[in-house]
């Protein structure tokens, strides 16, 4: 048998998404299972929305959760360069090479005529998407148009007739008409490559085995098994893992739960626990079995055990992992140097005494003044984030929603980024900005009606938290109805949001 190797291959455009380690950790269990190697790639084709942070914050996520890469960005490996943006010159040369084998071509279609495109799909009931009609341009047309300076893309040359056939490891035999299959971009007008060609040019370079990724990828392989195809090149296995799901049933959402990895992390759940909890999604040891370590399970994983549909990801079972792990691996006598790493170390107090110095009476009053630092979930009443005379469990929710979007644009969920949301609350809501925005933001984030100021401990609990205390505030508040999400963006997006309260 071929080596086993797998990747996980996270695009840094975002916080470390508990998806992300999902993958990573079923990656991992592969790899280590077949006594292969697990590579970390980033895939940073998407040049305005990559930024390194994030790419260092996947990183750290994954390292958290223990699960250490054999080869990546970082430790190098025989196969890099294992950032994609690194390598953008060898998906140029593959492109360039399918484009003469007649397997790809060149496309001058402009965004205003798949605009038309698209109008004309939607009133005929056609399928969305391009209409090939640069599939079979003569030598002159293309000759032509070059000469124009028109910039064109490059395009697959999609099968127009027949059906994709594959074996999914986990999902089984799938297909899909060719006819339900646009005639991919390969790559871009200003030369990048899409997603499809760097992923599909780094698994064959890299001698991936195994493509282990979650189902929302699966309307692409189609595309990826052409590729390979076109290429002359054996495709990897696919192996499709179930989607994590929130407790709704729903695709799980960081506008509705906590999704950043940090946000575990700086809660205070164990790495252990948490990554138990995620091997617990879609997949079951024999007999039930539910605490094991993860070398247990790598010793005796198998991709049969894979569920096929989506993975539940309740926090009340992740919960109750963390305490059972809690109780079997930290002895009594070690428990307060955990607690202390965790929240109550130096670095962290030495931050939090400046604001506390001239606010309390006795030692006493410390934790009185400073507990919502150290708790996950703040005892919310109807009274506390109601502020003012008019304001209502609704205005109070649009509001707060309107915030993290605030702070969300602003990429600042520090100091001034609050600072700055705060006053463009009062300013588009038309509400008081002491009386009511503050006394709200305040109630939000420390459950009470004074002590510490509110920026600074904004800073210092971070962004996972702060936006986790806006969500269940505005859960607690009764939520919004997705009519009045829509019609609250659009008012945003004018500047002004009277109209709704
Ligand atoms: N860059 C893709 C992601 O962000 C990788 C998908 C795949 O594994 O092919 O998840």
């Keep these: 048998m071929k080596r086993v190797r797998t990747r996980i291959a996270p695009s840094p455009t975002g916080d470390p998404h508990v998806g992300t380690a999902y993958m990573a950790l079923f990656n991992y269990l592969f790899a280590r299972h077949y006594d292969g190697d697990f590579l970390l790639r980033i895939e940073d084709t998407d040049q305005t929305r990559s930024r390194p942070e994030y790419e260092k914050n996947i990183f750290e996520a994954i390292q958290w959760c223990g699960l250490q890469w054999d080869e990546g960005p970082d430790c190098g490996g025989k196969y890099g360069p294992y950032r994609q943006s690194e390598r953008t010159e060898i998906y140029r040369k593959h492109c360039y090479d399918l484009l003469a084998s007649g397997k790809a071509y060149k496309c001058f279609v402009t965004g205003k005529e798949l605009a038309e495109m698209r109008e004309i799909a939607t009133k005929t009931g056609q399928r969305q998407g391009y209409d090939r009609r640069h599939r079979n341009l003569t030598e002159e047309e293309i000759k032509k148009r070059e000469e124009e300076g028109q910039p064109f893309v490059i395009r697959l040359k999609v099968p127009l007739t027949g059906e994709c056939v594959y074996e999914d490891a986990i999902k089984g035999r799938m297909s899909t008409p060719w006819a339900d299959v646009d005639d991919q971009v390969l790559l871009k007008s200003d030369g990048f490559p899409t997603y499809h060609l760097a992923n599909v040019v780094d698994d064959h370079l890299m001698e991936i085995s195994h493509v282990i990724r979650g189902d929302e990828w699966l309307s692409s392989t189609p595309k990826h098994i052409m590729l390979y195809e076109a290429f002359g090149w054996e495709a990897p296995t696919f192996l499709h893992m179930p989607l994590l799901l929130g407790i709704d049933g729903k695709k799980l959402s960081k506008r509705k739960n906590p999704t950043s990895i940090f946000y575990y992390r700086d809660s205070g759940y164990l790495p252990e626990a948490f990554t138990n909890f995620l091997s617990l999604m879609g997949y079951s040891m024999e007999e039930d079995k539910e605490i094991y370590p993860l070398e247990e399970i790598v010793k005796c994983f198998s991709e049969k055990r894979v569920g096929v549909s989506g993975a539940i990801f309740d926090i009340r079972k992740l919960d109750w992992l963390n305490q059972q792990y809690m109780i079997n691996t930290i002895p009594e006598n070690e428990l307060w140097n955990r607690i202390q790493e965790w929240g109550f170390n130096d670095a962290f107090m030495q931050r939090l005494m400046p604001l506390v110095h001239t606010r309390i009476k006795t030692f006493a009053e410390f934790m009185e003044l400073c507990q919502f630092f150290f708790i996950n979930h703040i005892p919310y009443t109807e009274e506390l984030l109601t502020p003012g005379s008019k304001t209502t469990n609704e205005i109070s929710a649009m509001i707060l929603q309107t915030m993290i979007w605030s702070m969300e644009k602003q990429e600042n969920w ?88």
């Design 414 to 501: 520090g100091r001034s980024g609050i600072e700055q949301g705060s006053r463009e609350m009062a300013e588009i809501f038309g509400l008081n900005h002491k009386k009511v925005i503050m006394r709200l933001l305040y109630a939000t984030i420390t459950g009470k009606h004074t002590g510490p100021p509110l920026f600074d401990s904004v800073d210092l609990l971070g962004k996972d938290r702060t936006r986790a205390r806006f969500l269940q505030a505005i859960e607690f508040l009764g939520g919004l109805s997705k009519k009045k999400l829509s019609s609250l963006e659009k008012a945003w997006a004018s500047g002004d949001c009277k109209e709704l309260i």
